[in-house]
């Protein structure tokens, strides 16, 4: 039950197109749902986050799309870049805890 | 400001060894969390520190500990080291006493176990 369903596990965007990613949770204790993108031989970083009272976050190319009853949030990158080449994890954050829920990882790659 | 440093960034051992990793947050920050990251499994969580105390431990065999000092910096440890420990060990901080998810990782220490 503390499990975050992610897919797909790999995706292939033409430049400029929209990127989706997408993420299934079944706790609904989660308080707090972040995405974080990843660089080969880096760490995740924070990308955009957004709490269950609201149901679309943007953040310039970025928007996270939340339907809490459906238990399910996505990323959306508009205008998708070469640069926008990485892992993309979804997480969910147990409250009263530090302790992210990570899905298994989407590998997006850009072409140019 | 600087980053998370992890120290080292690399490491090879062998089974049955043990190994110790190190962990400096950021400046001001005062939570410090480990995660495990593998092909397999994805990120998991370890165990989480705030000062100096132990608020959470994942679901990890007691071959793996941690602890978290006086100025935040944080180790962890395995001891007696099997293949499957072979992965990348990140450690993350926040500002935060509880509940933001806003965590700022390193970028890691690979461990591989031959």
């Known amino acids: 039950q503390q499990q975050v369903k992610q897919s797909p596990q790999s995706l292939i965007v033409q430049k400029g197109g929209i990127s989706i990613i997408n993420c299934a949770y079944e706790?609904?204790?989660?308080?707090?749902f972040p995405w974080y993108q990843q660089f080969p031989g880096k760490g995740p970083a924070l990308l955009i986050a957004i709490r269950p009272d609201v149901s679309e976050k943007k953040e310039g190319r970025f928007t996270i799309s939340f339907n809490k009853s459906a238990k399910q949030f996505s990323l959306h990158i508009m205008d998708s870049q070469p640069g926008d080449s990485a892992t993309y994890f979804c997480?969910?954050?147990?409250?009263?805890?530090?302790?992210?829920?990570f899905g298994q990882g989407t590998r997006l790659t850009i072409n140019p | 400001k600087a980053g998370v440093t992890q120290t080292p960034r690399y490491l090879i051992k062998t089974r049955g060894q043990q190994v110790t990793l190190s962990c400096s947050p950021i400046s001001g920050h005062r939570s410090v969390s480990w995660y495990q990251q593998t092909p397999g499994q994805g990120l998991q969580f370890l165990f989480e520190?705030?000062?100096?105390?132990?608020?959470n431990k994942g679901n990890f065999p007691g071959r793996f500990s941690g602890r978290q000092f006086s100025n935040s910096r944080s180790e962890m440890n395995v001891s007696t080291l099997e293949l499957g420990d072979s992965a990348l060990y990140l450690c993350?901080?926040?500002?935060?006493?509880?509940?933001?998810?806003?965590?700022?990782f390193g970028e890691g220490s690979r461990l591989t176990v031959l």
């Open positions: 993350a901080s926040s500002r935060q006493a509880t509940n933001t998810g806003e965590l700022f």
């Open positions: 997480a969910a954050l147990l409250p009263g805890a530090q302790k992210l829920v």
């Open positions: 520190y705030f000062s100096e105390t132990q608020r």
């Open positions: 706790n609904t204790a989660f308080d707090y």
